[in-house]
Structures are given as C-alpha cells and as structure tokens.
C-alpha cells in the first residue's frame, strides 16, 4: 500500500492499474478512521481489483463556527486501517492541494439538500458535492462506496452522479455501531464519558422510531413527536431535528406510503451527532 500527497501521483498509479486492465473502488473519507470506515473499504476491496482511500478534512464543507480546526486526525493510525482492510492507495492531501489561490467552481444540489443538515449546515453539501466530484475526476473509480450513516449525504452523492452522468456506481453500506448501539463517528472522541453515556439517547431513539413503524404507525407526525418526548428525556441531549423524509428527495413527509427515510442531529453537550433508519 502506497501513500500519495498529490493528484498526479493518484493519475499517474490509476493509469497504470487501467493499463493492466483492473477495476477501481474509492472510499471517501476524512479520516480518523474506525469500523465504519473499515467496512467500507471491506466493501471495496471485495468487489475491486484495487481500492483507493481518500483522507481529507475538507474545509468547503465546514462552516467558520464549526469543528474544522479540531477535527481528530492520525494518519499513522489510518493508514494501519487502511492497510489492514485491503486498500492500496490512500490519497492525503493538503488543501492548498485540492483548492488553489484561484478556486471558484462549485458543485451545488437543490431540493435534497434543502432539509435534515442542509437546513442546520447551509453551505455542507456545496462542499460535499464539490469535493466529491473533485475526487471522483482524480481516482475515476468504478465503485464508490459510502455509509448509511450519512443518509442524506448518500441520497445527495447517488443524485450528483445520476444528473451529472457520472460514470461510477454509488454503493451504499450499512451504519456500523459499537456495542451500546451509539453510531460508530469520528466526532465520538469529543464526548466526555458522562456525554458517551448520554449519546446512547440517539439510538434508544432509533429504537423507539423503528418499534412504532414495526407496529404499523403511518403517521410521521406521530413517529416523530415519540421520538422527540424520548430524546427529551436525557439532559444532555439537545436536539436540531428529528425528521421523516421521502428517501429520494428528502423532503418531508406525512405518511409512511413510500421509502422513507427517519433521520435526527442532536447535540450532547456541544457535539452533533446524527443517526437515522431507513423505512422501506
Ligand atoms: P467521514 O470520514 O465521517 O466523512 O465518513 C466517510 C465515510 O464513512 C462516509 O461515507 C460515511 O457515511 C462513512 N461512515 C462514517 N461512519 C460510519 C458508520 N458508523 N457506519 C458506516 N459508515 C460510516
């Protein structure tokens, strides 16, 4: 396994792995890499002849009052992952790499990215499509793999690749958690262990929202305000949304009559945390 800074060495190794007729999966990432990641680039590695990993913070997707600066990073850790769940390639650039002095081209998306996070983080999925499609140009992978975790940003990336006739398949893979239930995230090093125990709210949640689709609740409304009573009940827990989604266009909706998405952000102290079950 290889670790490259720039774009060209990623085109210039692609090319090569093209020539001897090989197929390509890219995993994205921002690194700090855990389990959900891992099963990733399990899914990869499987299903290609070589896998790329992208390790980048992408500033474009932060906004000036969230986490940027302190975003865990630990390459040497991530590349271990990297090396033991089968990639070759981890791609770990700098920015000054991805945005030059001269940027000003963005990918932008209507209408999916109008609710859930898009609505609390206005400017996170222009910096999402826009990295994305920069690092689609420079592995041109055949799979691209992304989790479950992230529902929105799966929905978005599968509607970028399909307006845009971008020739890679997007495959979707599901929420890996620890062994309490908490969603396996980067971002669960910020909690403090009183906050660790207060974040098992979310998926206790979960629970209550997938308990009342299983005994036949259309009512979104009705899902929904359970979900929240339950949620109140923890002090640590503030919530930003809790929502019902069509799973395509994200927009909400009254009734479980189609695929549906049921997805929440909460904050434990001063950390967002999401998590989300799909109603199929
Ligand atoms: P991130 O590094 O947070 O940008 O995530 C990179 C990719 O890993 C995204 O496609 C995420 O959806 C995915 N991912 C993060 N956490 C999990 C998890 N717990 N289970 C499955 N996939 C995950």
């Given at each position: 396994m290889k670790l490259v800074k720039t774009k060209q060495e990623v085109r210039d190794i692609v090319k090569e792995w093209r020539k001897q007729g090989l197929t390509v999966g890219f995993v994205p990432t921002m690194g700090y890499l855990h389990e959900g990641h891992a099963s990733l680039i399990d899914a990869s590695s499987k299903n290609n002849d070589r896998t790329v990993v992208s390790i980048f913070v992408n500033p474009?997707?932060?906004?000036?009052?969230?986490?940027l600066e302190s975003y865990p990073r630990d390459i040497v850790h991530d590349s271990k992952v990297c090396e033991e769940h089968g990639a070759d390639l981890i791609f770990n650039p700098e920015p000054e790499e991805m945005y030059n002095d001269m940027f000003c081209s963005y990918v932008d998306m209507d209408v999916l990215t109008k609710e859930l996070c898009g609505l609390s983080r206005p400017i996170h999925f222009r910096g999402v499509c826009t990295v994305v499609s920069k690092l689609f140009n420079i592995v041109k992978p055949d799979n691209a793999y992304f989790g479950q975790k992230d529902a929105q940003q799966l929905a978005v990336i599968k509607r970028m690749v399909e307006d845009l006739d971008m020739d890679i398949k997007i495959n979707g893979c599901p929420i890996v958690r620890e062994a309490d239930g908490l969603a396996k995230s980067s971002?669960?090093?910020?909690?403090?262990p009183e906050e660790r125990q207060a974040a098992l709210i979310l998926s206790k949640t979960i629970a209550v929202g997938r308990e009342l689709v299983k005994n036949g609740e259309k009512d979104a409304k009705k899902i929904v305000s359970q979900m929240i009573k339950n949620i109140e009940t923890e002090p640590l827990a503030r919530i930003d949304y809790v929502k019902i989604v069509?799973?395509?266009?994200?927009q909400q909706i009254?009734?479980?009559?189609?695929?549906?998405l049921c997805a929440m952000a909460v904050y434990i102290g001063k950390t967002r945390l999401i998590d989300n079950f799909e109603v199929v």
């Open positions: 474009m997707q932060f906004s000036p009052n969230e986490d971002r669960n090093t910020y909690l403090s069509d799973a395509l266009t994200m009254d009734n479980l009559d189609r695929p549906a």
